[in-house]
């Protein structure tokens, strides 16, 4: 979905590390180029054993840059190296350099690089699938993605070692779309007060029990990384859920659907875009019991609730110059239904999201949404919720102007 007229005349730094996948680079670098991008490398001495720099400078016809010490004419060469690009990819990214960046370890100039940087920074990792799927790894994936690092998972297949399974590098198409993407939208919301709701909500029951739904949270979470890589100043309302707040992101905490009502409304002054990504109860129960409910109390037969408070038509109904984008969970009638809503509650667009799919449901790494507003009703292809977070904004940011 990348503007690729937007990435042209942008610079990136491509991170190569010590992986058989590293000849892949060479093919990143070219789709790149392709696009009008000016590509500088960065490799681990590891990486040289796969692919010579000689290889990268015949590419790109820029210096490649290997050692902390390797230029003398710029004693630190970390520091002007983050500085240049408007967006770095690490491609591919080994286990070993995951786990550095993730503890904030800094012992080489890919290292340092990136640890100096403040653009945006895609993360394509390929290895055996055991590492990959070891909880360390995971957790360092996770620590990243909180950091706002836009991972690129790997593919299931054949690996070099032999063994088949999750960890082979992505496609290189898919690699370079989302480093188009990132350098497109590297400072699109400077200026903008962004304001997101996210995870689902818990209407108490009882002081132990509660209704709610299957919302993880990561839709939301994906947004405010990507606003933030952005430029924007964002503020993250969120029902209980087990992810980190984003780095550089505020992060409000709550509980209930009057909770979320009241963080949002007393926030949104102040905010220019809205983007309701939660997925809040529809009711909450009439009269929680003060006290845990018990079986010997006898039979639960039935649960009187309320409707909750709706946060998205409350706010659309002041919005003035805000954007306000809603979100759609639905299983049948997609488009009809989100057509609907979106007039209904009278936000700028609705993002619907057909959870009946495997692929697009709560939980999952990936959606396929369509995008609907007043004038346009538009699928978007399958793709990760990190790389769909950034799409989204952009057509956010894109109706201000309509």
């Known amino acids: 979905m990348a503007n690729l007229a937007a990435a042209q005349g942008k610079t990136a730094l491509v991170c190569v590390?010590?992986?058989?996948?590293?000849?892949?680079?060479?093919?990143?670098?070219?789709?790149?180029?392709?696009?009008?991008?000016?590509?500088?490398?960065?490799?681990?001495?590891?990486?040289?054993?796969?692919?010579?720099?000689?290889?990268?400078?015949?590419?790109?016809?820029?210096?490649?840059?290997?050692?902390?010490?390797?230029?003398?004419?710029?004693?630190?060469?970390?520091?002007?190296?983050?500085?240049?690009?408007?967006?770095?990819?690490?491609?591919?990214?080994?286990?070993?350099?995951?786990?550095?960046?993730?503890?904030?370890?800094?012992?080489?100039?890919?290292?340092?690089?990136?640890?100096?940087?403040?653009?945006?920074?895609?993360?394509?990792?390929?290895?055996?699938?055991?590492?990959?799927?070891?909880?360390?790894?995971?957790?360092?994936?996770?620590?990243?993605?909180?950091?706002?690092?836009?991972?690129v998972r790997p593919a299931t297949g054949y690996l070099a070692c032999g063994d088949t399974g999750e960890g082979k590098l992505a496609e290189v198409d898919e690699i370079v779309a989302r480093t188009l993407a990132a350098l497109q939208t590297s400072c699109l919301l400077a200026g903008e007060r962004v304001l997101i709701t996210a995870g689902g909500t818990h209407e108490a029951i009882d002081p132990v029990r509660f209704i709610g739904n299957r919302s993880t949270g990561k839709m939301g979470y994906a947004l405010a990384r990507a606003a933030r890589a952005m430029g924007a100043e964002v503020t993250l309302v969120t029902g209980p859920s087990n992810l980190s707040i984003p780095y550089g992101v505020t992060g409000v905490r709550v509980t209930s659907a009057a909770e979320m009502h009241a963080?949002?409304?007393?926030?949104?002054?102040?905010?220019?875009?809205?983007?309701?990504?939660?997925?809040?109860?529809?009711?909450?129960?009439?009269?929680?019991?003060?006290?845990?409910?018990?079986?010997?109390?006898?039979?639960?037969?039935?649960?009187?609730?309320?409707?909750?408070?709706?946060?998205?038509?409350?706010?659309?109904?002041?919005?003035?110059?805000?954007?306000?984008?809603?979100?759609?969970?639905?299983?049948?009638?997609?488009?009809?239904?989100?057509?609907?809503?979106?007039?209904?509650k009278g936000c700028d667009a609705i993002v619907a999201n057909d959870v009946s799919r495997t692929d697009s449901t709560f939980g999952s790494d990936t959606d396929a949404v369509t995008w609907v507003t007043e004038t346009c009703v538009e699928p978007l292809p399958c793709m990760g919720k990190q790389a769909l977070a950034f799409e989204l904004l952009r057509r956010a940011h894109m109706l201000k102007s309509q």
């Open 17 to 151: 590390t010590g992986c058989i996948a590293a000849y892949k680079a060479c093919e990143i670098v070219r789709g790149l180029q392709k696009a009008g991008v000016r590509v500088k490398v960065c490799m681990t001495e590891h990486a040289t054993s796969f692919v010579g720099p000689t290889t990268f400078r015949a590419l790109t016809h820029e210096e490649v840059a290997v050692g902390l010490f390797d230029n003398p004419s710029d004693p630190i060469h970390h520091i002007s190296l983050a500085k240049e690009p408007d967006a770095v990819l690490i491609a591919p990214a080994t286990a070993n350099v995951i786990a550095k960046i993730a503890h904030g370890e800094a012992d080489d100039l890919l290292t340092t690089t990136v640890l100096a940087t403040d653009v945006p920074v895609v993360v394509a990792p390929a290895m055996n699938v055991g590492m990959w799927q070891a909880p360390v790894t995971q957790d360092n994936i996770s620590a990243l993605e909180a950091l706002g690092y836009d991972i």
């Open 263 to 344: 963080a949002v409304s007393e926030r949104f002054e102040n905010a220019t875009m809205l983007i309701c990504a939660a997925a809040v109860a529809d009711y909450t129960p009439a009269n929680p019991a003060g006290e845990k409910l018990s079986k010997a109390d006898g039979e639960l037969t039935s649960i009187p609730v309320v409707k909750t408070a709706d946060i998205l038509a409350d706010m659309s109904a002041q919005k003035g110059e805000r954007i306000v984008v809603g979100f759609a969970a639905e299983t049948n009638n997609l488009e009809e239904r989100a057509r609907a809503k979106r007039a209904r």
